[in-house]
């Protein structure tokens, strides 16, 4: 994830206009990316294509103005973003087992790693598993230290690794044990504004894990940057710092600090939690909204279908969501006193949720938020999405998940 959760965005939302954008947007989607698509070439594990073609909605300002590009024209499961000072971005590719480096431009880096033909050292990829989660702290310009979420063969663990004239090396393993599958690997990383770096975590496929203390399957985890667990963590020298989830591979802070995850549901419910330290979030007892106060409702629902989420991105107007099944990106509005971080009122909203009408998401009462109807951008123009993340530049990057043919699109001024 982007360094410095810590430093929260302060772009203008433009979302009263997204869904008239993202049908003006959808008439001329496919045209272009087909244009884009015959500039690339096959082959090479990475081929950038460049920035220079560009779409936008052709019915004026009304739509708003949301842009794409495709700053990566072809790569090969590409899962998460860290970027590092001066606005380039270290990308992990799940399967390939690499990072490499992309610039603003489109250009597209190996970074060797140690590995066998430069690969990260013991990942065993495969299903869910890989080379997911990557994220840098706000020291980084002092001790060069990237930090990765890998599936090995005998568990998913959290790696550093220092970066050094484009090399990453001397691998220092910071957190392990934890428990991996095929599926439900978690794999989410990042700093929050509180300096701790937090771990999201799946139950790789044994349910009862989600609920015990003494696995850190299903759980977000928080820990200090060298693996130690922090003294003010909610349950004593335990790196739990909410458990009770499913399958959550993506979180981000708003503008108070609050931290907002996805949790991919099983047959029924995906969700939107709002996470708070000690509590429970209801797997495998609960799937979506449920009665037993002992557990904390999602603030917002989707059906697996329309969802299925992956990566989390936070921005001051609301919380973004890359949808896998769904294909579609989803956007959850912060509505009155929202996450900007503009009031100080936080408990007192319950009741306020509005799911309207038009909304494919539900929202969840009892959790105290104010969000707004979700909104969906692009559903279908891109296929899968696999993240979302905020740029430097502010632009959003969103990474698709269609194997060999998977892409980097750049979207500004959404
Ligand atoms: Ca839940």
Redesign the pocket.
């Known amino acids: 994830m982007t360094a410095g959760g810590g430093r929260p965005l302060t772009i203008a939302s433009t979302a009263s206009a997204v869904t008239a954008v993202s049908r003006a947007f959808a008439a001329i989607a496919a045209g272009f990316m087909a244009a884009v698509l015959v500039g690339c070439s096959g082959g090479a594990e990475t081929t950038p294509t460049g920035s220079a073609a560009e779409s936008g909605p052709a019915d004026g300002p009304a739509a708003g103005s949301a842009r794409t590009s495709a700053l990566v024209g072809r790569i090969t499961t590409p899962w998460d973003a860290a970027f590092l000072p001066g606005g380039k971005a270290l990308v992990t590719l799940r399967d390939a087992a690499r990072v490499v480096l992309v610039d603003v431009d489109g250009s597209v880096k190996r970074v060797p790693a140690g590995g066998h033909h430069g690969r990260v050292p013991n990942v065993v990829n495969g299903g869910e598993g890989g080379l997911l989660g990557i994220a840098v702290a706000d020291s980084f310009e002092r001790n060069h230290y990237v930090y990765m979420y890998r599936t090995t063969s005998t568990g998913n663990e959290v790696v550093r690794m220092t970066l050094q004239s484009g090399t990453l090396a001397d691998p220092r393993i910071v957190l392990r044990g934890i428990e991996s599958s095929t599926h439900h690997n978690g794999g989410g990383l990042g700093f929050g504004p509180d300096g701790k770096l937090y771990v999201s975590t799946g139950d790789a496929e044994q349910r009862s894990l989600s609920q015990k203390l003494g696995s850190m399957n299903g759980k977000i985890l928080r820990i200090n940057a060298d693996g130690s667990v922090p003294d003010d963590n909610p349950f004593s020298s335990s790196p739990v710092y909410s458990l009770?989830?499913?399958n959550v591979e993506g979180f981000g802070w708003d503008g108070r600090g609050r931290v907002w995850a996805s949790?991919f549901g099983e047959n029924t419910?995906d969700?939107l939690?709002l996470i708070r330290a000690g509590k429970n979030?209801?797997?495998p007892d609960?799937?979506?909204v449920?009665d037993d106060p002992k557990?904390?409702?999602?603030v917002m629902t989707w059906s697996t279908a329309d969802a299925s989420p992956s990566g989390v991105a936070v921005r001051s107007g609301g919380v973004y969501l890359a949808a896998l099944r769904g294909e579609r990106l989803w956007y959850v509005p912060f509505t009155g006193r929202g996450g900007n971080g503009e009031s100080s009122a936080g408990e007192s909203g319950a009741g306020e949720s509005s799911a309207g009408e038009s909304s494919a998401g539900e929202s969840g009462a009892g959790n105290g938020e104010s969000v707004g109807a979700a909104k969906a951008y692009f559903t279908g123009k891109f296929g899968r999405l696999r993240n979302v993340v905020v740029a430097p530049d502010k632009s959003m990057w969103l990474f698709t998940d269609n194997g060999e043919a998977s892409k980097i699109i750049r979207v500004t001024n959404l």
């Open positions: 009770g989830h499913r949790e419910w969700e939690n979030y209801g797997w609960v799937e979506g449920g557990f904390v409702n999602p």
